[in-house]
């Protein structure tokens, strides 16, 4: 590694941590400043079992705020490279740097050879990052901020949710925390092809058992109701049997899934996998999501290249209008692509759905790179 790639990469990182603390801090200002009230109740809620309001206020805020800015440097770190490279370049142009690396024979792709990879490379830490740990992060990320003041992570109620035996399943509330998941006040209505309930199941509560897969109830009984004329003109009612642990498609990721859009995108891929082949989630979603992992990586590497040509240039350029180009192109493409990630178009495949913004890109990209002059 040259003396001049070093002075490069140094230059590019110490952007990019600039950007990226300012952008976090600015973040977490606004939006704490916009509820502060959910997290005063929160530490007032708290205070007793950690010490007193501040300790119980600086708690609540590194647990929540923790998790979201991990989950937010893996939808923004694109965009922040792209505009640490910019900066780098913008930079280097000013002090008239890239006129000294032109006369001194080398080209301006060798300048921008460093920043690209060191890009690339950071682009593809998204993606352990999403992998390892966000996914055990995911109770907490898809938690309201009126869930701080609470001791569970996420509480809802779930009515007549269908599994993939067309068994209807309703709780008083399911709740999710890191190690536990219940619900509680559970009934499940199994039907016949006519519509008839043939069983009920029903519990006091019902803990997801993560070793068998099945829910363990608690004060469990089955109910299966006779329409036997004889038996109903004598007035018998149907014996409740005991029973232990349900079986059901409808795992704690169903119930979330169905309930909290976020959930799946939160995720590791074994975990998408498992869910694609549960039939009480939309398997197209699911897929869509697996294959946005990998094209948001690609997108955001060809938003490092959609900018050079505005910031490689031999001349220093009139940085005002430079950049309000380069942002205003970059911005909307990485803006389409994040849109694009999050929403199936409807009647397109979803994987094509995924790999759309590569697709759209990838010629824009080849196209802007002609106009660079070294």
Not at 325 to 346: R, T
Request: aromatic fraction near 10%; proline fraction near 7%; charge should be positive.
């Amino acid at each position: 590694m040259s003396t001049l790639d070093r002075y490069i990469i140094r230059q590019f990182f110490v952007n990019f941590a600039i950007l990226l603390c300012v952008f976090m801090w600015l973040f977490v200002l606004v939006d704490f400043i916009a509820a502060v009230d959910e997290f005063v109740q929160a530490a007032n809620q708290r205070q007793g079992a950690v010490g007193g309001f501040f300790p119980a206020l600086l708690w609540v805020f590194l647990d929540y705020y923790g998790p979201v800015l991990i989950r937010i440097y893996v939808l923004i770190s694109g965009l922040l490279i792209v505009g640490a490279v910019g900066f780098t370049l913008a930079a280097m142009a000013v002090r008239r740097e890239l006129v000294a690396v032109l006369t001194s024979g080398l080209s301006l792709y060798r300048v921008a050879a460093p920043l690209l990879l060191c890009g690339i490379a950071i682009n593809f830490l998204a993606l352990p990052i999403q992998e390892f740990l966000i996914p055990p992060l995911a109770p907490r990320l898809v938690r309201a901020k009126s869930d701080l003041k609470r001791p569970v992570y996420r509480s809802f109620p779930v009515r007549f949710a269908r599994d993939d035996q067309g068994n209807l399943i309703t709780a008083g509330s399911f709740s999710s925390s890191l190690n536990v998941q219940k619900l509680k006040g559970l009934s499940v209505l199994t039907r016949n092809q006519t519509g008839q309930a043939i069983r009920r199941v029903s519990a006091t509560e019902a803990i997801w058992n993560p070793a068998t897969g099945v829910w363990d109830l608690l004060n469990g009984y089955a109910i299966e109701p006779t329409y036997d004329p004889a038996a109903l003109a004598a007035g018998q009612p149907p014996e409740p049997k005991p029973v232990a642990f349900l079986v059901t498609s409808l795992t704690p990721e169903a119930i979330l899934a169905r309930q909290a859009s976020a959930y799946p995108r939160l995720i590791s891929i074994s975990q998408l996998l498992d869910l694609a082949k549960n039939a009480s989630v939309d398997r197209s979603l699911v897929v869509h999501i697996m294959h946005s992992r990998f094209s948001g990586i690609i997108v955001n590497s060809l938003l490092i290249l959609l900018c050079l040509p505005f910031f490689l240039l031999r001349l220093p350029p009139n940085l005002t209008l430079v950049a309000g180009q380069a942002a205003a192109v970059c911005l909307v493409a990485w803006g389409l692509a994040l849109l694009f990630s999050f929403y199936v178009i409807p009647g397109l495949n979803p994987v094509a759905s995924a790999w759309l913004p590569v697709v759209i890109l990838l010629p824009l990209t080849g196209f802007s790179l002609q106009f660079i002059r070294t």
